[in-house]
């Protein structure tokens, strides 16, 4: 049956209070996370919205329209589109719902979208080369590999913390330690359910770029984070995404922060300071 709303729901929609109700059920029917359906069109409905659409328009606006197209589709019982592979089967009933509650917070942010999918990304961000790194800080030390080796510049070694940023404790450049622990701030506030599983796979760690003999990973300073997701990693360089780090993204970008998912080689676990950001610490720590 065809499910009606009196007006648009979502980002810069008119949000009735019951339209944004049979809205937020539709969208967990169909296994978004957008948790209890409460009337309140906030962050993480539209996010829901948005993820829904991105399986089947290629530019999702997070807007429910009347008879529109992404609410045929979220009438369509036992619809998946493409961007939620990995989400369990559509939800078609109260107890299938409360069944599948326990296991959002856990499960939900893995899923897997098309990183085709999401946009333009890092707006008004630009990546910092190796050249720049080494112009800035120095050679973090003589010689790389495939491994983790210590930091050997003396310089830099002073400027070198280890800290606890909320849900994890990481060792890296002083400032960029700092400026995570904010972000995770911000993340804590804003998507409190990624926060819950948030977890790193590492920050400081003199290597070469995974692949490369000759491009030194920017962790090798410090100013760079592999996140995890309920302890699942993102597997790099499959054009795939796990949807808990699409929505934190914006909050890393907004911080300065640089997303390895617009890398060549898609590298969605990845996090690094922005060249901007990093002009401000080597300003700072001089």
């Known amino acids: 049956m065809q499910i009606t709303i009196e007006a648009s729901v979502g980002k810069l929609g008119s949000n009735r209070v019951d339209d944004v109700v049979k809205v937020q059920q539709l969208l967990a029917q169909q296994g978004m996370p957008v948790g209890l359906a409460d009337g309140k069109c906030g962050p993480k409905t539209i996010a829901s919205i948005t993820t829904f659409q991105a399986g089947f328009l290629h530019r999702p606006d997070g807007l429910v329209e009347p008879g529109g197209k992404t609410l045929q589709r979220l009438s369509m019982v036992g619809f998946r589109p493409a961007s939620t592979k990995g989400v369990a089967p559509a939800v078609v009933s109260p107890l299938d ?3 599948a509650a ?14 085709s999918t999401l946009g333009p990304l890092n707006p008004g961000l630009v990546a910092v080369s190796n050249s720049y790194m080494l112009k800035s800080l120095g050679k973090p030390r003589e010689s790389f590999g495939s491994n983790c080796q210590p930091v050997t510049n003396e310089k830099l070694k002073k400027h070198i913390k280890t800290a606890s940023t909320g849900p994890f404790k990481v060792t890296g450049l002083a400032p960029a330690v700092d400026s995570l622990s904010n972000i995770m701030t911000d993340i804590a506030k804003k998507q409190p359910e990624v926060y819950a599983v948030l977890g790193s796979a590492g920050m400081l760690c003199c290597r070469y770029v995974r692949g490369s003999t000759s491009s030194i990973s920017n962790h090798s300073w410090g100013t760079a984070i592999d996140l995890t997701l309920n302890n699942v990693l993102d597997k790099r360089g499959d054009g795939m995404v796990q949807y808990g780090l699409t929505v934190i993204a914006p909050i890393f970008n907004e911080h300065g922060w640089y997303w390895g998912a617009a890398f060549k080689t898609e590298d969605a676990m ?6 901007a950001l990093l002009e401000q610490f080597v300003l700072d720590i001089g």
């Open 97 to 99: 719902i409360r069944k």
């Open 102 to 115: 326990p296991a959002e917070a856990g499960t939900s942010v893995t899923r897997l979208v098309e990183r």
């Open 270 to 275: 990845h996090f690094e300071v922005g060249r």
